[in-house]
């Protein structure tokens, strides 16, 4: 099945670069070409997207595709999974006004988190990448590159740490202290075993021998049973407001 939607997919992809008006459209995209304003009207949804992951692939430059809400933000970025070979990001917006006392969902956060840390992390620079963000979202408060750094935690197999310690930090970031970790932003201390689960990425089980970090592994959260090994994990905070 797999194989297929990528023969489907380089099928379409092959069917635009064979057209003159790709060509054309192509060469205003180019650097150094003094177009800054590219306008494309009569296209569908789905259209949009295929478009979209073309000049990704062709330009090898990230790609910004504002959208209306996180309803339709959702659609493109399945759409564009499935057609595009370089990591596809969505940015939601927060359902939540930032002066009201409430959180928004650790899902959002989680999308918002991911994209941030990708871009935050020089090494995905190589590649493009694409990054569906709603309206609403750009005008929304967001951390810095230097900011994201400085609230984040790394923890790495062979450092030393004060289990009470981590814990305080990881309650200063946001994050709640539970009897058992099953849910993002939350975490458990049980005499040498620390299970995070963070606001971005997998949840963690950290194991101490002493003071020392023995082991990391990534867990199951629904049978907390340890899956993988991990030498550092990143735990980034649990918001910003």
Known sequence: MLNSNLNLVAKLH?????????????????????????NLVGLTDSAKSLV????????????????QDNHSGARYHQELINLSR???FFYPSSEVSPYEQVLSSPD???????????IENEDNHKEPFIAVVSARALSQR???????KEKSLTLSVGDQIDSLELG?????????KEALVTLRGEFSIRGDIIDIFPSCGLPIRVELFGDEIESMRVFNIDSQRSIEQSSKTTIPPRWWG
């Open 168 to 176: 305080r930090k990881l309650t200063n970031l946001g994050y709640s």
């Open 52 to 67: 979209l992951s073309v000049l990704t692939h062709e330009t090898r430059r990230p790609l910004v595709l504002v959208v």
């Open 86 to 88: 370089y990591p596809v």
């Open 142 to 148: 967001v951390l810095s590159r230097k900011g994201l």
């Open 108 to 118: 959002n956060i989680a999308a918002q988190l991911e994209l941030l840390r990708h």
């Open 14 to 38: 092959q069917l635009f670069l064979d057209s003159p008006q790709y060509a054309k459209l192509l060469g205003r995209t180019a650097r150094g070409s003094g177009k800054n304003e590219l």
